[in-house]
């Protein structure tokens, strides 16, 4: 009878996986599947290779490293033969001898010699407490007398908490040595919930099944200490949870769903997002996480959602944008003399807050608004403003913020219900409107708000007090530090481009990944841009890159449709980003919110598109200028941190002022 095997599957299978195709992974899946139930099966050709690692065949070019640890197989790497072959004889598994952890190293260990006059980062801590951080006894000497370059360089062959613990004590925090981990047998470590962060145990066959299932993501087994915290906190109100791009945000929101519908299995729990495409990976991302489609769990962006809960309380509505609303509030303040651009503001502004009666716009404190009003010129502008929502109501349309104020007001007369928790991914871009809404979606108490956002990427709303908005968080903030998407070269490169507003909140996240420099390339002519890019996608397909894989972002639309055009012409089939097909993936950065890829080129990183001069001409007065290039700089650092390995970067004439040289 076949013996079934117990497995751990290691960090540094996932990642490694990542690099093959969608096909090639099908195939690593099944051969694992085999092994759990067969280790000895003929056709997986066992054997044992390098440092104690063995290999394992999924077809005649792709090869599984495992390494066999007490009763368990440790599953620690894929690739093609030869890389995988290379990898395990660079590799070795090790106790750590002082922290108990079970480590995978990098065997050779490059001693970088430090000329006398350049500074050794780490020569201050002593070697006893670099040991207590778990670095291995071999790495102690050569990390203490390297530069900091050769820190980086060292870091590479060690587990990600040791990076993390070394790389933050390089950024001159103190660094509190974990707790010692002991064990009797190799499968008490393994089943070692400090071992889970990096080894994940899968006891039996439908475990591997399930572990195997759908897009199998790292995510889903391991999480950083802090991201772990949030997810499993109790908090005793609202939450905040802030991050760089890429420190796994929208991971813990789905992390931390799921916890409250087990906290909570008979209530209500809502996750949303702000819009419709990221609320759908939200969705299929949960239900890969929990192996089920959640039944207390609603999924839904917050707009679609408060439409809904709308028609439920009101009846049908209208909605209208600002093509609607623009054109009746400049005919209505032709007498006034304001431009009609400050009036358009100065009424959304109203609209947002729901600034519907004289009393309430009257006292309301415009601090930040760039055109002082007196109290006579207030009375004017609302008399306006009030025709325009009267017209509006007559005709049955209102706005979205009109929609959450309405829903607001029902769920707060108790004539729809309340869900028991919240957890809102993107929040930045959320205005009072969608904040006060998020607020009375949920019944206040214990976890019932859980708000994950990126002050960086806020490229849709100014910034909003969410005290003034009655969301108090104090002392249930976090931020987190780790960015797991992108390469260091790539995450420097884009926090160069934060505006100088959210620097603080959001600079300094730690990139574990290296990789090569992101190009940026000036050129005469926008013609000369796209041959250059075809070029390089051509070199990204030749590096083993599928098209899916990659995405060219642009501006505004046109451009994109220009570029798509391009691509076409060279028999590169483009796609949309709110498709799911094989093709390279073109649109909008505003677009590509929240979604990454493995190569990133920005097409017309081009002064008067990065900010696009027609909104920044458009700007009613200073304050709301500088809002608007706070916004494109903020659409640049999405733009540059949406891919994982490659960045390419291309502009014609002037470069935007944005762009870090
Ligand atoms: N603990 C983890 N282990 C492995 N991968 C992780 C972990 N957390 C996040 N990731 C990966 O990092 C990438 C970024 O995660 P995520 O999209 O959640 O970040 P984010 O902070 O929401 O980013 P953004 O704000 O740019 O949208 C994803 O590929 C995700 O799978």
């Known amino acids: 009878m076949a013996e079934t095997v117990t497995l751990s599957i290691a960090d540094s299978f996932y990642k490694a996986k990542d690099r093959l195709t969608a096909a090639e992974r099908a195939l690593v899946m099944e051969s694992l599947l085999l092994f759990a139930q067969n280790p000895r099966h003929n056709s997986l050709n066992l054997e044992k290779i390098h440092n104690g690692f063995w290999s394992t065949r999924v077809n005649r070019d792709i090869r ?89 360089e060292l870091l590479d062959g060690l587990p990600q908490a040791i990076q993390e613990r070394i790389l933050d004590l390089l950024d001159g925090k103190p660094v509190v040595p974990p707790p010692r981990i002991q064990v009797q047998n190799p499968e008490e470590l393994l089943a070692h919930p400090l071992i889970q962060r990096q080894f994940h145990l899968l006891q039996s066959l439908q475990e591997v099944r399930q572990a195997l299932q759908g897009s199998w993501e790292a995510w889903r087994f391991f999480l950083h200490p802090l991201q772990q915290e949030v997810v499993k906190a109790h908090f005793g109100g609202p939450a905040r949870v802030t991050g760089g791009a890429g420190t796994g945000k929208t991971v813990v929101a789905i992390h931390r769903t799921r916890t409250l519908a087990q906290r909570y299995p008979e209530a209500r729990i809502l996750l949303t997002t702000f819009n419709k495409g990221l609320a759908q990976r939200l969705k299929i991302a949960l239900k890969g996480l929990a192996g089920e489609e959640l039944p207390n769990v609603w999924v839904d962006n917050l707009h679609n959602l408060a439409l809904r809960l709308y028609e439920e309380a009101y009846g049908r509505v209208h909605i209208w944008k600002e093509e609607e609303y623009r054109p009746v509030l400049e005919k209505l303040s032709q007498g006034l003399s304001f431009s009609s651009d400050f009036v358009l503001s100065e009424w959304e502004m109203a609209d947002a807050w729901g600034l519907y009666t004289w009393e309430a716009y009257r006292g309301f404190s415009r601090e930040g608004r760039g055109i002082p009003l007196s109290a006579r010129e207030r009375r004017s502008l609302f008399e306006v403003f009030q025709r325009v929502w009267e017209g509006m109501q007559a005709q049955g349309a209102t706005t979205f913020s009109g929609v959450c104020h309405r829903v607001r007001t029902a769920l707060e007369e108790g004539n729809l219900p309340r869900f028991r928790a919240v957890v809102a991914d993107e929040t930045q871009d959320f205005g009072p409107a969608e904040l006060m809404l998020l607020r009375a979606l949920a019944e206040e108490g214990a976890d019932d708000l859980f708000l994950t956002l990126d002050p960086g990427q806020r490229i849709y709303k100014g910034p909003t007090s969410w005290r003034a908005l009655g969301l108090e968080v104090q002392g249930r903030s976090r931020r987190l530090r780790v960015n797991y998407r992108t390469t260091r070269e790539i995450g420097e490169l884009a926090e160069r481009t934060l505006p100088s507003q959210v620097e603080g909140e959001v600079r300094g996240s730690l990139a574990l990944l290296r990789g090569s420099k992101p190009e940026i390339r000036g050129f005469p002519r926008e013609e000369a841009a796209l041959e250059e890019l075809l070029r390089w996608l051509r070199w990204l397909l030749d590096q083993g890159l599928e098209p899916h894989q990659m995405a060219v972002l642009a501006r505004t639309h046109n451009l994109s449709k220009r570029v798509g055009e391009g691509l076409q012409r060279e028999g590169l089939l483009p796609q949309g980003l709110e498709t799911d097909g094989e093709g390279v993936w073109c649109g909008t950065v505003h677009g590509a919110k929240g979604l990454e890829f493995r190569a990133v080129a920005l097409f017309g990183a081009t002064a008067g598109l990065f900010p696009l001069r027609t909104l920044l001409d458009r700007a009613a007065d200073p304050q709301e200028r500088a809002l608007v290039e706070e916004k494109e700089r903020s659409l640049l650092y999405v733009a540059l941190s949406r891919p994982r390995e490659y960045l390419w970067v291309g502009y014609w004439g002037e470069p935007s002022p944005y762009l870090p040289s």
């Open 64 to 152: 599984i490293i495992l390494y066999p640890y007490g009763k368990a197989w440790i599953v620690a790497y894929c690739d093609h033969h030869d890389k995988a072959y290379e990898w395990a004889e660079r590799h070795r598994v090790e106790v750590h001898p002082v922290t108990g952890e079970l480590q995978f190293t990098r065997a050779e260990v490059v001693v970088v010699t430090v000329p006398r006059e350049v500074e050794a980062p780490l020569a201050r801590f002593d070697e006893d407490y670099l040991l207590s951080l778990g670095v291995p006894p071999d790495y102690l000497k050569p990390l203490r007398y390297a530069t900091e370059d050769g820190v980086l």
